[in-house]
């Protein structure tokens, strides 16, 4: 089994910061992508960045040179580190693995719980 943790959210004005941390834990191989999604209320699940085991990343146009993706492949951890935050990034944030378990060669996707992240004065 695999589980994914998420922290870091909560309410944040306009123009600030957050951190946001995603450990996985379980019987795990080995870790390919490691993602942050976001969803707002009445909109699709959307990509925000993903990130390789060897630190290849990539942002959605509408967070580049705002947020940034980091993993740490020791400790399974990714994290999203959001500045200049603005109203419409608030959502409810999930983070995604694809993980190798020891029974599989395959990569399948598991997803955290999600946190929320808050944007407002």
């Known amino acids: 089994q695999v589980r994914l943790v998420e922290s870091g959210g909560g309410l944040v004005q306009p123009g600030g910061s957050l951190r946001l941390s995603c450990a996985a834990s379980?019987?795990?191989?080995?870790?390919?992508?490691m993602e942050w999604y976001r969803q707002a209320p009445g909109k699709q699940r959307e990509l925000v960045a993903s990130?390789?085991?060897?630190?290849?990343?990539t942002s959605a146009d509408s967070v580049k040179g705002r947020f940034t993706i980091s993993r740490d492949n020791a400790k399974n951890t990714v994290f999203l580190q959001m500045n200049s935050l603005k109203p419409e990034d608030t959502a409810v944030y999930y983070c995604?693995?694809?993980?190798?378990?020891?029974?599989?060669?395959?990569?399948?996707?598991?997803w955290g719980q999600g946190t929320q992240v808050t944007v407002s004065s």
């Open positions: 995604k693995a694809d993980v190798q378990l020891p029974t599989s060669v395959f990569f399948n996707p598991y």
């Open positions: 990130i390789l085991s060897n630190g290849f990343a």
């Open positions: 379980g019987s795990i191989i080995s870790i390919k992508a």
